[in-house]
Every structure is written in structure tokens, then in C-alpha cells.
């Protein structure tokens, strides 16, 4: 089988490519610049991007023996991942750009370019496994190296995509496994820091970039009531959840500190209170895709786990697709309500439903409904 | 055995240029040194030193050796500009079609040292016609500093007519230097006829080592030097480079050798290789000079694909080729020099050039026409 293999110049990349050319594959390596300006050095823990992290790879795969490239992709990147997360950060919404790099440019942009060149597969070192149903439709499952588990960032493959995806990774016991075994390959990856931040914010200052690019303004911090409290740097600079400089000069009346409720752009007010407000008891979700086969069961409530964070834990849930006819059209939708409600969830975040070890699919939150709050529409 | 068609990018090592230079590379003895072995040495250099001189036409005193291309080219612009500069002439000429060698130095140069720059447009064949520098020579000449051309555009293979440009920059009193890298080894090269002030080359485009180049300078030439230290050639510092200059000297022997019967015979598999293109791919349109063009040099846009991808595709069947850009990190970047030829960035993305040598042969160029048209289609289905 002719397989691409997408290098980052990181461990886990280097260690699936080696095990395709263990299996006996045609290997071809690939490299994504991202950035028409990429930096020479990598900087804190990114793990991508700059030519040190390109000739990390090109170093891997030269001692493979397979032939490397670099593809530019750094203009569809800028669109579909970077000023989409300008724009959702904007609309008040807090988006997950490593989800949507999955789903615009590693498993679209560069998946498609791989398939019209004929190659079967991509390869990559993301921690989830692909099987099987009984009809032959592909399906996505949890690793099991559970705290290094990618599902959720890829959850929002569908099963096109998934058909011509390998993960090597996705059965590893432990990350500490991929780096002895990187070690034992002679990889100088095998240590190298694994990568956090946003890649294409520098040093993590979301808050500062965002500024740069969007121009926060001073804007009135509000309590439930419609009072202001203060005066923040800029709405959109806020997380739903946020405790620390708010800098609101007296407590509140009961004394218990006060959160970020809520972020209205359009008013470029943040809503706060107690944390009880952050309870949410239900979320709707749209643009839902599934990772396998499509849910037909629409109009009936299942059980499933939900997670709705790349590092958070799944809780149970009752979920249920529909369709929404209020806006004279049928857009599909999911309801999902946790048996315990979430603690603070942002419109914008990412939902991926699980059943068992299975990536149902995912959806993108955009109402929540509050589990303390008649007024569920906080500060709207 | 890959099939090599990116003479341009660097030309394979004759056997008896590596021979000369691993022969030279057994002395003992820094060329500056005064005793036996030092002399050796510097015998050794001075002697490629007066060979070179006499193929291109020079004086021996004229001819700098340096570290390569780049560094020529960044000495003869900077070291002329700073020259000028006190007195009051602060502009450099050049054509927008220029290597980034040039680009960039110029770009530096008004970014730190107040430098203005004039970016003469080139024609649809990426010539800089003579008018065009008259022009703008009349419009800054006041301030004019120099003026810097390609002999050959290194992308698409279009000869400038270096005299014509020479003499008006002369008319102007502006000192003009000439990046006549490309150029070397495919075209007959005098540097007392071009008339030019400064001249560049590089050794490892005509089979000669990589690290090897020369400045030619006018011996009335003033300018301020780049690399300051022990003074071992005229304004150039730093240990010479003794076997480098004697297998630079060996491999432009070779080119100059019969040169006019080699040119011949390389724009005969050049001719054929376009018109086999042509063939083959109908929709793929010829780009550069016809006639005032390097005998090595084939440049094709093919619509509908990028170079990038077809340089993929071909890579994978074992034939070298190029986009003709410069690479950023690997990444090959939409041609400077094609859009300066009026094309829009999206069809410039599309080119891709075949620069071959004495070496390539038919079967090679059937080879390649061979698998270009399903490799077309392929790379067509590719978007962006």
C-alpha cells in the first residue's frame, strides 16, 4: 500500500512513519508548512512549524530511507484555522484550532491531495485507533494510552476520511513506550518536548495576540443583575469560567469569588457570577458529523459519555438528534444533557460523543442551558 | 539513477575537475605564507587566478575569488553602494526579475543604510530592455548609486544585452555590476566587452565546487569592502581558498574548450526537448526569450497544476527538475520573475524548468516526455 506519512519533526509522527516502513509500505514522509514565514527555531512547547521541527522530521525520515517533502498548506491554514479562530473569538465563541486543523487541513487539504496522487493512506502519530463495524463502515475508538487519548481532537472525522487514515499509535500502552521505542530507533526525537500551546500563537499569549489581531477595547463587566462591576481589556480576551484578572475592586455580597458568565461582543460586556451560574445542565450542539457510520435513530433519546474539552473527562449523558425547523429549514442538531451538569462550557467548544470506547461524533456547542439559572440566556 | 535536469541549480562534477581538485587539495602552505610551501601555494592560486582572467577576458588583478555567488553579488552592491553613498548617491537601479541575491541585499540596504531603490519592470520575457534603464537612470540621475542586472535570468533563461546596458549606465557615469552567474560556462563571456564595473560568478554552476566564486572588479572600481581582516586579496579578507580557485579554473577550462560547439549541440537537445513538450502537452505554454536565451535552459508553464506538484510527481519517478523559485524551508515560492512577466500569482505557481547539461541525453529527454502527460493529469486533479 502506497502510504503518506504527516511528520511534525515530533516523537510520535517519527514513530508511526518507522512502523509503516516496518510493515512492508511504500512510505513517502510529508511535512505541512503552515506558516509562509516559519520561524528557525522551535520556541517553548510547540512542537511544529519551524524548520528546526521540519528538519527534525526530514533528519527521521532520512534514517527511514523514505523520500521527504514539504507541502504548503499555509494558505488554506490561514483561512480555516487561523482567522477562523479570529472570527469565532470574535463572535464570543472559544473554538479549538487543533480540531479544526484535523478537520480542514490534516484529514482535508492534505488528505485529498494524497488520495488525487494516489496514495491509500495517511499515517500520523495521533493517538486514536480505526476499526471496523460489521458492514465494513470504518469506525473510530479511544487509544489506550488513555491520558495521551487524541480521540476528541479528531472526532470530527467523518467516514470518508477515516477510510484512508492509519494510527499506528492508537493500541501503545503509554507515550513512554513511543519514546523508548523512538529511543531504540536512534530517533534524537525520542525526546523532545511534547507540544501544548497554540501553534500559531506565539509564546501562548492568546489574550496579547488576540489584541494584536482584533483590537480588544474597553468594555463594562456586568453581574447578573445588568450592574457594572468594572472594566475589562476587551470581551473577547475572556473564557467562560475565567477567575483570575477580572480585577473587580470589592467581593460580592456573599463574598464568594465571581466568574466569567458570559461574553456578549456584540455589547463587548462580560457577564459575571457566582460558580454555581457556570452549572450547565444541557447543550445544544450543531453541525454534528459522525466518525463511522450516520446516526439514523433521530428523535430518540440514547445514552452515551460526552466530552467537551480536549483534556477533560467524559461524563455520562442522554443525547438525541433532531431536527430544527425554526428556521424554515431542517438543520440537524443534538441535544445532550450530562447526568451531572458541566462546569462552565464556551459556545464554540467542541462536543464529541462517545458510546463505550466509540467516537459517535461531534458537534460544535452553541446554546447552553444553565442548571441553576431560570434565565438560562445569561447576560444576553 | 535519477534523471538530472536542474543543471541550474548545480552542475554534476567533471571527473577531471575533482581529480584537479582533490590533487590540489593535498598542498601544504597558506597562500599568504612566505616561505616554500607558502609560495607553493600561492603559485598555485595565482596561476588559476591568471587563467580565469584570460577566459573571461580580464585582468588577473580584477579577478576576487570569494566564498561564492551570493557573496560576490552582496560585495560588489553593498561595497559599491557604501562607496557612493557619502556623496550623495543613494539610489540602485535593477530590474525586477533579479535572484534573490540581489533582492535581498538591496532590500537590506534600504531597510539599514537609507538605500532607495528603483525596480526597473522587465518585459514579458523578463528582459530588461535598454530603454527602460535609460529612463530610469534619467529620472535618478542625480542620486543614482549603481545599477545591477543579470547577464541571464536564472529562472527563465532570457539574455540581457549586457553592452547595450553597460554603455548607457556609462553615459550616465553610474557603475554597473553584472550577476552573471547563470550565464557562465553557456554563453561566451568577456568582461573587458560588457563593459560592466563588477562582475559575479560562481564555480559550482559550471562543475567546480561548491564555497568557490569570483568578483571580477574594474581596476578603477572604488568600493568599500564586506569581509575586513588579513588584506589577502584586494578588498576581499580571509585565507585564500587554493585548491577551490584551481578547480574553479579547471572546470571553466572545460566549458571554455570548444564552447561554441557545445552551446550549439546543448540548444539542439534544449530545442528538442521544448518542441517534445509541446507535443505531448499542447495546453503547456513556453516561457522566456527565444532566441536571446540560455542553450540549457527549458521553462514551462503547465495551466491547470502547480510546479510543486509536478516537481512531486516527477521526483517520484526518479527525474530532478525544478520550480525555478527560490525555497523557503522547503517550500518552493510562487516565481518573483514570472509574475514580473505579467502573470498573475496563481498561473505563476504553475511553472516548473528543466535546465539541462552536456551530459543529458536524448534517451534521458524521451524519458522524461514520456511520463509528463499522465503526470500532467495527475498534478491537474490536484487542487491547489
Same mark, same amino acid.
Given at each position: ?15 508511526? *512513519? ?20 516559519? &520561524? ?48 469565532? %473569538? ?15 487541513? @490534516? ?13 491509500? @493512506?495517511?499515517?500520523?502519530?495521533? %493517538? ?19 491520558? @495521551? ?23 501503545? *500502552? ?17 525526546? @523532545? ?21 482584533? &483590537? ?17 481589556? &476587551?470581551?473577547?480576551? %475572556?473564557?467562560? &469560567? ?139 | ?29 597558506? /597562500? ?52 557612493? =553613498? ?51 537612470? /534619467?529620472?535618478? /540621475? ?89 588584506? =589577502? ?143 500532467? =493529469? ?7
Amino acid at each position: 500500500m502506497k502510504v503518506l506519512a504527516a511528520m511534525s519533526g515530533g516523537v510520535d509522527s517519527a514513530v508511526a *512513519a518507522a512502523r509503516a516502513v516496518d510493515a512492508g509500505h511504500e512510505v513517502v514522509a510529508v511535512h505541512l508548512a503552515l506558516s509562509r514565514m516559519p &520561524g528557525t527555531l522551535r520556541t517553548g512547547s510547540r512542537g511544529c512549524c519551524t524548520i528546526e521541527d521540519s528538519q527534525d522530521a526530514q533528519r527521521v525520515a532520512n534514517m527511514l530511507g523514505i523520500p521527504f517533502y514539504v507541502w504548503d498548506f499555509s494558505e488554506r491554514f490561514k483561512a480555516d484555522v487561523v482567522d477562523n479562530f479570529i472570527d469565532e %473569538y470574535k463572535a464570543g465563541r472559544t473554538p479549538n484550532p487543533c480540531l479544526r486543523c484535523n478537520e480542514k487541513i @490534516k484529514f482535508e487539504a492534505l488528505l485529498d491531495k494524497a488520495i488525487a496522487l494516489g496514495f491509500d @493512506k495517511v499515517v500520523t502519530g495521533h %493517538y486514536a485507533e480505526v476499526g471496523e463495524d460489521s458492514e465494513g463502515n470504518p469506525e473510530l475508538f479511544r487509544a489506550n494510552a488513555y491520558a @495521551k487519548d487524541q480521540s476528541y481532537v479528531l472526532g470530527v472525522l467523518n467516514a470518508q476520511q477515516l477510510k484512508h487514515c492509519w494510527f499506528p499509535l492508537g493500541k501503545d *500502552a503509554s507515550k513512554a513506550d513511543v519514546r523508548a521505542e523512538a529511543n531504540e530507533r536512534g530517533f534524537r526525537v525520542a525526546s @523532545k518536548p511534547d507540544s501544548h500551546d497554540i501553534c500559531f500563537i506565539p509564546e501562548g499569549d492568546t489574550r496579547g495576540w488576540l489584541n494584536e489581531k482584533i &483590537g480588544l477595547e474597553d468594555g463594562d463587566i456586568l453581574d447578573l443583575e445588568g450592574n457594572k462591576l468594572g472594566t475589562h481589556q &476587551g470581551a473577547s480576551g %475572556y473564557t467562560i &469560567g475565567q477567575r483570575k484578572g477580572l480585577n473587580i475592586g470589592y467581593p460580592a455580597p456573599d463574598g464568594k469569588p465571581r466568574f466569567v458568565l458570559s461574553i456578549s461582543p456584540v455589547n463587548n460586556t462580560v457577564t459575571v457570577g457566582p460558580k454555581e451560574a457556570l452549572q450547565i445542565a444541557e447543550i445544544v450542539g450543531i453541525r454534528p458529523s459522525f466518525a463511522g457510520k450516520t446516526v439514523d435513530s433521530i428523535g430518540e433519546e440514547f445514552d452515551c459519555e460526552v466530552q467537551i474539552r480536549a483534556h477533560s473527562d467524559p461524563v455520562p449523558a442522554i443525547a438525541e438528534y433532531f431536527y430544527d425547523d425554526s428556521e424554515g429549514g431542517q438543520e440537524l442538531k443534538v441535544r445532550v444533557r450530562p447526568n451531572e451538569p458541566f462546569d462552565s462550557v464556551a459556545p464554540g467548544q467542541s462536543a464529541v460523543l462517545y458510546i463505550g470506547e466509540r467516537v459517535l461524533g461531534q458537534c460544535t456547542i452553541d446554546e447552553t442551558v444553565s442548571a441553576v439559572l431560570e434565565n438560562s440566556a445569561i447576560g444576553e | 539513477m535519477n534523471s538530472y535536469f536542474d543543471f541550474a541549480a548545480t552542475h554534476p562534477m567533471p571527473d577531471e575537475v575533482r581529480e584537479t581538485y582533490f590533487e590540489a587539495l593535498k598542498i601544504v602552505g597558506n /597562500a599568504s605564507s612566505i616561505h616554500g610551501s607558502g609560495r607553493h601555494a600561492k603559485e598555485l592560486l595565482e596561476n588559476a587566478r591568471e587563467e580565469i582572467a584570460e577566459m573571461l577576458d580580464a585582468e588577473p588583478i580584477s579577478v576576487i575569488f570569494t566564498s561564492g555567488g551570493t557573496e560576490a553579488i552582496n560585495h560588489a552592491i553593498k561595497g559599491i553602494f557604501w562607496h557612493r =553613498q557619502s556623496n550623495g548617491k543613494d539610489t540602485i537601479l535593477a530590474p525586477n526579475a533579479e535572484h534573490h541575491a540581489t533582492i535581498d541585499t538591496i532590500e537590506w540596504l534600504e531597510k539599514n543604510a537609507d538605500a532607495s531603490a528603483v525596480w526597473l519592470p522587465v518585459d514579458s520575457d523578463a528582459i530588461l530592455q535598454p530603454e527602460t534603464l535609460k529612463t530610469g537612470l /534619467a529620472e535618478n /540621475a542625480e542620486k543614482a548609486s549603481l545599477v545591477t542586472a543579470l547577464w541571464a535570468n536564472n529562472e527563465v533563461g532570457s539574455v540581457n544585452d549586457v553592452a547595450e546596458l553597460a554603455e548607457i549606465a556609462k553615459d550616465f557615469e553610474v557603475p554597473i555590476h553584472l550577476d552573471a552567474v547563470s550565464a557562465l560556462g553557456y554563453l561566451p563571456l568577456s568582461f573587458r566587452k560588457s563593459g560592466a564595473d563588477a562582475l559575479s560568478l560562481s564555480a559550482h554552476k559550471i562543475g567546480g565546487p561548491v564555497g568557490v566564486g569570483a568578483l571580477l572588479l574594474d581596476r578603477k572600481l572604488k568600493l568599500e569592502s564586506l569581509i575586513h581582516g588579513g588584506k =589577502q586579496q584586494r578588498e576581499r579578507s580571509g585565507t585564500s581558498d587554493v585548491a577551490g580557485a584551481v578547480a574553479f579554473a579547471k572546470a571553466l577550462k572545460i566549458k571554455t574548450a570548444n564552447m561554441d560547439s557545445a552551446i550549439a549541440e546543448l540548444a539542439k537537445k534544449r530545442d528538442y526537448l521544448v518542441t517534445e513538450v509541446m507535443r505531448v502537452i499542447p495546453e503547456a505554454r513556453m516561457l522566456g526569450a527565444r532566441d536571446s536565451r540560455l542553450p540549457g535552459n527549458v521553462h514551462f508553464l503547465f495551466p491547470g497544476t502547480t510546479g510543486d506538484t509536478m516537481l512531486f510527481l516527477l521526483d517520484r519517478q526518479g527525474i530532478d527538475v525544478s520550480t525555478g523559485s527560490a525555497c523557503t524551508a522547503g517550500v518552493p515560492e510562487v516565481s518573483h520573475v514570472v509574475m514580473a512577466m505579467g502573470y498573475p500569482e496563481k498561473e505563476a505557481a504553475a511553472a516548473l524548468r528543466f535546465t539541462i547539461g552536456d551530459s543529458t541525453t536524448i534517451p534521458e529527454i524521451d524519458a522524461l516526455v514520456k511520463v509528463l502527460p499522465e503526470i500532467y =493529469q495527475t498534478a491537474s486533479s490536484v487542487a491547489g
